[in-house]
T-cell receptor, first 112, second 117 residues
């Protein structure tokens, strides 16, 4: 299964941008990069996904390196509600049949 | 539009017992996945159902079984409970268009917290 590497934890100040890195050096050309987050005492929720180009939505932006071996989730203005565990996940073609392979993620703390 | 719901929210069982967890998918979704999340870990994939058939399974023993019903609700059954089965069990539903499995968004329920004593 395709693997990702993320820092265990990061800290941010409220209303400042946050850049959450993810390394996926074994990514193949057809693997999608997905981000989910899990707020305390809740199930994970979808944040964003992309293949090659940078992506924006109302929650965040996803910057994908040109060689696709790394990506960065960008929260433009962190709020206290953004404190969560953020998971970077590769959606691979073939035998995975669409399941999400979660690592340990990055625990983001947001200070007021 | 209602989201994914799970029942019960909490459950306490003893070793050797059997348990059934339930999930109601988001309206219009045809795929449901189950995950187990131990404390401090990321969720681990148990299995997935697509149009009422098992469509992928993770590294879990056969005593973990499931069903998806025609209305796309789902059950997770665990037999012969062990202490290590204590975890948060998450259900996620999605809508899959044929084989476009790499882009579908999974919507998670709040989970069922199972404690095995």
């Amino acid at each position: 299964d395709a693997k990702t590497t993320q820092p265990n934890s990061m800290e941010s100040n409220e209303e400042e941008p946050v850049h959450l890195p993810c390394n996926h050096s074994t990514i193949s050309g057809t693997d999608y990069i997905h981000w989910y987050r899990q707020l305390p005492s809740q199930g994970p929720e979808y944040v964003i996904h992309g293949l090659t180009s940078n992506v924006n939505n109302r929650m965040a932006s996803l910057a994908i390196a040109e060689d696709r071996k790394s990506s960065t989730l960008i929260l433009h203005r962190a709020t206290l509600r953004d404190a969560a565990v953020y998971y970077c996940i590769l959606r691979v073609s073939g035998g995975s049949q669409g399941n999400l392979i979660f690592g340990k993620g990055t625990k983001l703390s947001v200070k007021p | 539009e209602t989201g994914v719901t799970q029942s019960p929210t909490h459950l306490i069982k003893t070793r050797g017992q059997q348990v059934t967890l339930r999930c109601s998918s988001q309206s219009g979704h045809n795929t449901v996945s189950w995950y187990q999340q131990a404390l401090g870990q990321g969720p681990q994939f148990i299995f997935q159902y697509y149009r009422e058939e098992e469509n992928g399974r993770g590294n879990f023993p056969p005593r973990f079984s499931g069903l998806q019903f025609p209305n796309y609700s789902s059950e997770l059954n665990v037999n012969a409970l062990e202490l290590d089965d204590s975890a948060l069990y998450l259900c996620a539903s999605s809508f899959r268009l044929h084989n476009r499995v790499r882009t579908d968004t999974q919507y998670f329920g709040p989970g069922t917290r199972l404690t095995v004593l």
